[in-house]
Structure formats: C-alpha cells, structure tokens
C-alpha cells in the first residue's frame, strides 16, 4: 500500500513538472516559481517545509493560484475544533468570550496534495518496547541513549488552507496567515545585486570541489578536474543570472559521482547530461527561492524540454531520481551557504540573508528529517524533505561535508 502511495505521488510531481515546462515559451524570460505569487511552504502549526516537498508545493500553490503557502492534514484541520477543557477532556473549541467557534472542514471537492515524512520508531535497547516520539523527546539525553530510533519515509496528504472554510470560520487566523507568508520582494537583476555568503563559500574553500575562476564569461562543471569554473560577475546581464548559473554547476557537482541505473536512460546521446541538467534547473530555482534571487530558466536549456517532458511521462523513475537527486544536493549546498553566513555575519553587522521563517524546521544536513522540536504532525511523525534515508541525527551528522575557516 505505501509502495503505491510512493509510485502515486511521484506520478503526480512528473505531472506538475511537464505542466510547468509546457508553459514555457522561447524568446521571453521563464521562471520555475513564480517569484510574485509564491512564498515558501509551510505547514498550519509549525516548521517549513524543505528540498522536494518545498519546491512541489510551490509549483502546486502556483498552479492553484493559493493566497497562502500553508498546508494541513485532515486530521490536523480537525484539531482546530477542540481545546482541552478544565478536565483535561477535548471540548469545542471556543472564543475569548466562551462562545463556541463556528466548525472548521475541508471544502466540498478539495482535492489533496502528497508530501514525503519521516515516521520515526523508537525502541527501547533493553527491552524492545516502542515509544512514541513525543515520548522520546521529553526523556533526558541519557535516557534517551537507550532507545534505538529508527526512520522510515512515508507520505502525507495534505491540503491548503484556501482548500477549507478557515477564511471564514477563522478569520483572524487565516489574517494572520496571509500577513506572515506574503511574497518575498526579491532583488532586482542587476550587477549591484551582492550574495555575500556565496562569494565566502567560494573563497574559504566551503564547497565539496574547487572553484578557478576564468575570465572568458562562462561557468561550467569541469569533470575531469572535479572543479566549477567561473567567471566574474560582470559578464553577467544582473547578479541574479551569475548566482543562479553558479548554484546549477554547484548542483551539477554534488552529482558528478551518482551512478544512474540503465533504465532511466531514454536510448539517445548525452541522456544522463540531460536529465542532470534538469536536477540543476531545479535545485538551483529552490536554492535561489530560498535566499531571496529571481532564477531564470537557462535560454539553452529550452532545447532539453521536450526530452524531459517525454521522459517525465514515459520513463516511470524518471521524476523521483530528478527530485531525489535536488534533495540531496540542495540539501548540502544549505549547510554550507548557512555556514558561510555565519562567517559573514560574524565580520558584518547586517540582516539575515535568509527567508523569513525558513530556518526553522529545515532539512538543514539532508538526512531528509526535520529538527527534532517539530510538534505539528503526529506523536510518531516528523516532516522530512523526501524519501528518508532512515537516518539518525548523529548519523546524517557524520555525513555532513567538511569546511574550513
């Protein structure tokens, strides 16, 4: 059963992604996420969403024309209408002046939306008895030592907040929800436009290759090397075009060593070069999305969307090893452009470079799991990126690449 709600909700991504590159159109600018209309995802009670679940669902409140990027389970819609009495017992929920509040469900139709998580089952070493996470949370570090916590992927439906009556039974809420989740003002495309922490990334040597900078106005991934070249800002039109082209070669990198299995080749020359690409045109756009830089689609890249829209529909895994393949990279390139911030920041007064919100709750290390803190899904549930590795936290830890000050 959960092998086919994984095979559907992969089948429904392919969808949206040949959506997305069938409106693409040559000779005007094409974005992934609409810069104007989109704002990070996030779900009704805690936390943000990351790597594949994030970008989905922003291609999906794009499509849907949604007013606010936040999501919620059935089940956890369904809370809105309680609140723990005196007792201790669930009653309906009420206002300030104890008057009960008006019921709050899906719409009629609202059809939903598949994200990935990490179920999480805590056993005990000594005695094999399961807890739940909560359960687990709330015990000291050295008790928790005795327990053996173990992740596995599943997937979740979940529904915006425009796909209910919180509008109008909850008014305030649904106020408030807009206010916090308005569209970021990104950076206009010009030269000025300044991404401190990628210029610290590239010169304390934070990335998993070198980077040798050229002058000839390209930037490209040498293989053989295991180095990205490129080129001063300059050569680029705006800094948004430079940042972005730089974080597809970053993607491209972090890829290099994947093997691919032969199915997902589609017969014809440069078949793996054209689905990486693909990878790189999306991790980039989410990186991008993340910290605030308009990302264009690559002109030279209109010449692979028919291959990717044909591959998207007939190659089965062709989707989920794009998006596992975004998840992954993205997720270390956020490690390391957080860190270089830190070094910025520690040598400049400024702001956080960073969305609103979205450091909370991030998929920081890649290990497809959230901080541990999250509350807002089930007892035995934390929100993951993608298909979990079913990785512990000082597991994903030893995975996470090295840099040096």
């Given at each position: 059963?959960?092998?086919?709600?994984?095979?559907?909700?992969y089948e429904r991504y392919a969808s949206l992604l040949r959506e997305k590159?069938?409106?693409?159109?040559?000779?005007?600018?094409?974005?992934?996420?609409?810069?104007?209309?989109?704002?990070?995802?996030?779900?009704?009670?805690?936390?943000?969403?990351?790597?594949?679940?994030?970008?989905?669902?922003?291609?999906?409140?794009?499509?849907?024309?949604?007013?606010?990027?936040?999501?919620?389970?059935?089940?956890?819609?369904?809370?809105?209408?309680?609140?723990?009495?005196?007792?201790?017992?669930?009653?309906?929920?009420?206002?300030?002046?104890?008057?009960?509040?008006?019921?709050?469900?899906?719409?009629?139709?609202?059809?939903?939306?598949?994200?990935?998580?990490?179920?999480?089952?805590?056993?005990?070493?000594?005695?094999?008895?399961?807890?739940?996470?909560?359960?687990?949370?709330?015990?000291?570090?050295?008790?928790?030592?005795?327990?053996?916590?173990?992740?596995?992927?599943?997937?979740?439906?979940?529904?915006?907040?425009?796909?209910?009556?919180?509008?109008?039974?909850?008014?305030?809420?649904?106020?408030?929800?807009?206010?916090?989740?308005?569209?970021?003002?990104?950076?206009?495309?010009?030269?000025?436009?300044?991404?401190?922490?990628?210029?610290?990334?590239?010169?304390?040597?934070?990335?998993?290759?070198?980077?040798?900078?050229?002058?000839?106005?390209?930037?490209?991934?040498d293989v053989r090397a295991n180095r990205i070249n490129f080129s001063l800002?300059?050569?680029?039109?705006?800094?948004?075009?430079?940042?972005?082209?730089?974080?597809?070669?970053?993607?491209?990198?972090?890829?290099?060593?994947?093997?691919?299995?032969?199915?997902?080749?589609?017969?014809?020359?440069?078949?793996?070069?054209?689905?990486?690409?693909?990878?790189?045109?999306?991790?980039?756009?989410?990186?991008?999305?993340?910290?605030?830089?308009?990302?264009?689609?690559?002109?030279?890249?209109?010449?692979?969307?028919?291959?990717?829209?044909?591959?998207?529909?007939?190659?089965?895994?062709?989707?989920?090893?794009?998006?596992?393949?975004?998840?992954?990279?993205?997720?270390?390139?956020?490690?390391?452009?957080?860190?270089?911030?830190?070094?910025?920041?520690?040598?400049?007064?400024?702001?956080?470079?960073?969305?609103?919100?979205?450091?909370?709750?991030?998929?920081?290390?890649?290990?497809?799991?959230?901080?541990?803190?999250?509350?807002?899904?089930?007892?035995?549930?934390?929100?993951?990126?993608?298909?979990?590795?079913?990785?512990?936290?000082?597991?994903?830890?030893?995975?996470?690449?090295?840099?040096?000050?």
């Amino acid at each position: 059963m959960e092998k086919r709600r994984k095979e559907d909700a992969y089948e429904r991504y392919a969808s949206l992604l040949r959506e997305k590159i069938a409106s693409f159109v040559p000779g005007r600018p094409n974005y992934w996420l609409n810069h104007d209309k989109v704002s990070w995802p996030k779900p009704l009670y805690k936390g943000s969403y990351n790597g594949m679940n994030a970008l989905m669902l922003m291609m999906h409140c794009d499509k849907e024309g949604f007013k606010v990027p936040v999501f919620v389970s059935r089940e956890r819609l369904m809370d809105l209408n309680y609140q723990r009495g005196p007792d201790g017992r669930s009653v309906p929920a009420t206002d300030g002046e104890g008057r009960q509040l008006p019921f709050v469900h899906l719409s009629k139709g609202a059809r939903s939306f598949p994200v990935f998580l990490s179920q999480a089952t805590i056993t005990s070493k000594a005695t094999r008895e399961e807890i739940f996470y909560r359960q687990y949370m709330s015990l000291p570090k050295e008790a928790q030592d005795g327990y053996n916590v173990r992740y596995s992927p599943v997937v979740e439906n979940v529904f915006n907040v425009d796909q209910t009556n919180i509008p109008e039974a909850r008014p305030d809420l649904y106020q408030r929800l807009i206010d916090e989740n308005r569209p970021r003002l990104l950076e206009e495309d010009d030269r000025k436009f300044h991404f401190a922490p990628l210029d610290v990334l590239i010169g304390n040597h934070f990335w998993i290759c070198d980077f040798y900078p050229s002058y000839d106005g390209d930037i490209f991934y040498d293989v053989r090397a295991n180095r990205i070249n490129f080129s001063l800002k300059d050569a680029f039109q705006g800094g948004n075009g430079y940042y972005g082209t730089v974080f597809e070669k970053m993607v491209v990198s972090a890829l290099a060593g994947e093997a691919v299995r032969p199915e997902l080749d589609d017969g014809r020359a440069s078949s793996e070069y054209v689905r990486r690409e693909l990878a790189a045109e999306l991790g980039s756009a989410l990186v991008c999305q993340r910290y605030g830089i308009r990302k264009q689609l690559e002109p030279e890249s209109l010449d692979f969307c028919d291959r990717w829209a044909r591959n998207l529909k007939e190659i089965p895994e062709y989707g989920s090893s794009v998006l596992r393949n975004v998840k992954d990279a993205t997720g270390r390139m956020s490690v390391l452009i957080d860190c270089a911030q830190k070094v910025y920041l520690e040598k400049h007064q400024g702001d956080d470079l960073r969305e609103d919100g979205q450091s909370e709750g991030m998929d920081v290390n890649g290990d497809g799991v959230v901080d541990a803190g999250d509350t807002h899904y089930s007892a035995d549930r934390k929100q993951g990126s993608g298909e979990g590795e079913g990785e512990t936290e000082e597991e994903a830890q030893k995975k996470r690449p090295a840099f040096h000050r």
